[in-house]
Nanobody
Framework: QVQLVESGGGLVQPGGSLKLSCAASGSIFSIYTMRWYRQAPGKQRELVAHITSGGSTNYADFVKGRFTISRDNAKNTVYLQMNSLKPEDTAVYYC????????????WGQGTQVTVSS
């Protein structure tokens, strides 16, 4: 069994910053690609960024230059540094990871709320 637990969400003013964390725990053999998604009210869940086990990253156009994804493999943790936040960044942010125990599967965290408002 694998658990992904996000933290770091909250209320921030436009132009502010937040750093999200997502820690994986359980009987993990290996963690491959880790991702951050978000879902705003009434909208579909969308991919924000991903990072491979080797550290290669990719970002959605709407966060390029503002958000940075990183990971600490020793801690089985992925981070999302969010700068220059906009009201349209308001959403529940979810962590997602491809994890190998015996077989490789994809796991989701429970989500953390980010609200950007003055």
């Amino acid at each position: 069994q694998v658990q992904l637990v996000e933290s770091g969400g909250g209320l921030v003013q436009p132009g502010g910053s937040l750093k999200l964390s997502c820690a994986a725990s359980g009987s993990i053999f290996s963690i491959y690609t880790m991702r951050w998604y978000r879902q705003a009210p009434g909208k579909q869940r969308e991919l924000v960024a991903h990072i491979t086990s080797g550290g290669s990253t990719n970002y959605a156009d709407f966060v390029k230059g503002r958000f940075t994804i990183s990971r600490d493999n020793a801690k089985n943790t992925v981070y999302l540094q969010m700068n220059s936040l906009k009201p349209e960044d308001t959403a529940v942010y979810y962590c997602n990871a491809d994890v190998s125990i015996i077989t490789r599967s994809t796991y989701w965290g429970q989500g953390t709320q980010v609200t950007v408002s003055s």
